[in-house]
């Protein structure tokens, strides 16, 4: 059983990604495997059952985070996430040693998202916050403005959700998506802004923000 995580928070809209320093990247612009990644890799695939559950407790959390994110429906997520680390370990063998385990675990994720979602789409999705939250109004604004952005997410693109929950949400560089994604640098980018421009006209034509507060880079 997947453990359960905290509900995440409001979305920094302009948030930063990770600095990336030039000694731990690749030429390719993603990070260098770590000694860590490598190491358990090996001993995976020797049937080693410590090595997996390790490469298991190193990624679930971010792979269970996104998941959630993305299918906005926990109990989906967790069944997702089993998903995944068997995919991963049914294919590890398959793996480019010199490439960045993380980015090549989270396109797995993404991929079975959408997936299911696909095969999701003859029933209504129901929102997660609906399982998280106390019956009655809102405390404050700040809890109907989660809301009202978790209601623009789900309405978004998929590859725009998908980019704008692992740069704003998980903190993932603009290389390291390009990665997961497939997709070159400049278009993470795009997508990127275009999610930013959808989500806060959203906020603004519901009363959420104002024009001038919330700017876009």
């Given amino acids: 059983m997947i453990p359960t995580r905290k509900r995440v928070g409001t979305p920094r809209l302009r948030s930063k990604p990770k600095d990336l320093s030039p000694g731990n990247t690749s030429r390719h612009g993603l990070p260098n495997v770590s000694d860590a990644d490598a190491s358990l890799v090996r001993r995976a695939l020797r049937g080693d059952s410590q090595a997996i559950q390790g490469l298991v407790e190193r990624y679930q959390n971010e792979v269970f985070g996104l998941c959630v994110r993305l299918l906005c429906h926990r109990q989906d997520a967790e069944d997702v996430t089993q998903e995944v680390f068997l995919r991963v370990f049914r294919s590890l063998r398959r793996w480019d040693s010199n490439r960045p385990l993380k980015p090549?675990?989270?396109?797995?994720?993404?991929?079975?998202?959408?997936t299911w979602l696909a095969q999701r789409s003859r029933r209504p999705e129901l929102a997660d916050y609906l399982h998280e939250t106390v019956a009655g109004p809102p405390a404050d604004d700040s809890a109907e403005l989660v809301r009202e952005i978790k209601a623009a997410l789900a309405d978004l693109r998929w590859e725009y959700r998908s980019v704008f929950v692992m740069f704003h949400e998980h903190g993932q560089p603009y290389e390291e998506i390009a990665g997961v994604m497939d997709k070159p640098v400049g278009t993470i980018k795009t997508w990127l802004h275009r999610a930013r421009l959808e989500v806060l006209s959203r906020l603004q034509r519901r009363g959420m923000i104002s024009e001038v507060e919330h700017e876009l880079p």
């Fill in 104 to 114: 090549w675990i989270m396109a797995i994720a993404v991929n079975r998202c959408r």
